[in-house]
């Protein structure tokens, strides 16, 4: 029925409580003293532990520690030839499950030992029934989440913490089917990121889950679960243990992993349905209302956190020109080409929106006034000696005016700073073209129907 430990350093009780346990079908492994009873407990699993109170060399109130601190969930029963209340009180208030005094009969001993075990069974179920409905409860969580960072936070946390693992690092296929990695949990920063190369050579074709072994890594085991859609293996989860892990390790990892593939699905079908309500139809840049969005949450995080970021507002030189000589095909890809221009001329958490016909906004981030000067006269410059249309026989010239308004030097609010910029960028179009102008309080407003334009769009 059960795995019966007996500690006590008398033979005769150890024979006799050992055949009374064993009459029930118990299987008894006994031992005399404190220190065999914890190289027992070492090199086997035991359901439950039966000890004397009084042990050569300690007692069994440190078999009762013992067992507690090193074996959650074994219970103990412990016996005494002492007939005073103290000792007991203090057993059963350090956790022991039964409490009896010599002489003890067999149908007493037997019958504590089966409530010992009974309470065991139940707390085990308890802890189960406790462990699935946390283990729900984050899958809801996971399946439910559609920010990449924090899909990426929840997962690898629910993961390390619910399957008991040492360190957890997720990977993502990206839109050219590539692995990269999506979030990691309990790594140190040196270990990470020759494990996530090797994981990403490893996993690539990997389409099951699978033990890996010979991971250079302080970790003896080492587990992937694909996250998969249909046929579609959208990345891995890669779990780290110290030891084998729980034995409910693998089940709790595949349903989280289950949870975050689905995310990772509703993730793709979110940002689809966002790539067409933020991106511009023609130059696949973000359009105005993404750009909106985008310079709140700067000023916002701005005001918070005392940094500064940039507005650029550039409009191409004459572009009508283009339309009128080459027709607006021509036109539309000069707009598409520019696009890509300024693009290569920012960087990648910059942000590049189309706010209208020929007229792009920049927003740098942690860029102040001196910088954003920089960057726009890098786009000036680039726009300026690029042929446009080159590979389709035209390459046609064009130039820019930009103007630069920096937050909070110029303005601490959206509206005033993309003003200021327009702005700063009109004064080049009533002047020479083809330059760059830093936002000012004082100068002339841009006519009336270009600003109803600007606000209709």
Request: charged letters at 25%; one cysteine or more.
């Amino acid at each position: 029925m059960a795995r019966i430990l007996l500690v006590d350093d008398e033979k005769i009780a150890r024979t006799l409580y050992g055949d009374y346990l064993t009459a029930v079908g118990h299987a008894v492994t006994a031992v005399g003293t404190l220190q065999e009873a914890k190289e027992a407990l070492a090199g086997d699993r035991f359901d439950a532990v039966v000890t004397d109170l009084i042990l050569p060399g300690g007692d069994g109130m440190e078999v009762l520690r013992h067992v507690r601190e090193h074996h959650p969930g074994v219970e103990v029963v412990v016996i005494t030839g002492l007939e005073k209340v103290d000792p007991a009180v203090r057993a059963i208030k350090s956790g022991a499950a039964e409490y009896l005094v010599k002489p003890v009969a067999p149908e007493a001993l037997q019958h504590a030992v089966r409530r010992a075990l009974t309470t065991r069974d139940l707390m085990q179920e308890n802890a189960s029934l406790r462990r699935h409905v946390a283990m729900l409860e984050a899958g809801q969580r996971i399946a439910t989440t559609l920010d990449r960072e924090k899909l990426a936070s929840a997962t690898a946390s629910a993961l390390q913490s619910m399957a008991s693992a040492s360190a957890v690092v997720l990977l993502e296929r990206d839109s050219a089917f590539a692995l990269r990695r999506h979030g990691t949990s309990g790594l140190s920063t040196a270990l990470e990121e020759p494990l996530i190369a090797e994981l990403i050579e490893r996993l690539t074709n990997e389409r099951g889950p699978r033990e890996l072994d010979g991971m250079d890594a302080p970790f003896p085991r080492a587990i992937s679960f694909p996250a998969l859609e249909g046929d579609a293996v959208l990345g891995h989860a890669v779990l780290f243990f110290g030891g084998t892990g729980a034995e409910w390790a693998g089940e709790t990892a595949s349903f989280l992993v289950r949870n975050w593939a689905l995310a990772l699905r509703n993730l793709g079908r979110f940002a689809a349905v966002e790539d067409l309500a933020y991106v511009d139809d023609l130059t696949r840049l973000f359009n105005t209302r993404y750009l909106h969005l985008v310079v709140d949450r700067e000023v916002q995080d701005a005001l918070q956190s005392q940094r500064t970021f940039s507005l650029l507002f550039l409009d191409l030189d004459h572009f009508k020109s283009i339309n009128d000589t080459h027709g607006h095909l021509v036109g539309s890809k000069v707009l598409v080409e520019a696009a890509r221009v300024v693009k290569g001329c920012v960087r990648d958490h910059d942000v590049v929106a189309r706010y209208g016909g020929d007229e792009y906004v920049v927003v740098l981030r942690n860029t102040d006034s001196g910088g954003a000067l920089k960057v726009a006269e890098r786009i000036r410059r680039t726009m300026e000696t690029h042929n446009f249309l080159a590979r389709e026989g035209l390459s046609l010239k064009l130039t820019t005016c930009i103007g630069v308004a920096s937050f909070p030097e110029h303005a601490q609010d959206k509206a005033t700073l993309l003003d200021l910029s327009d702005r700063a960028m009109y004064r080049g179009k009533r002047g020479s073209r083809n330059v760059v102008y830093m936002a000012a309080k004082d100068l002339e407003a841009p006519p009336a129907e270009r600003r109803q334009a600007h606000s209709a769009s």
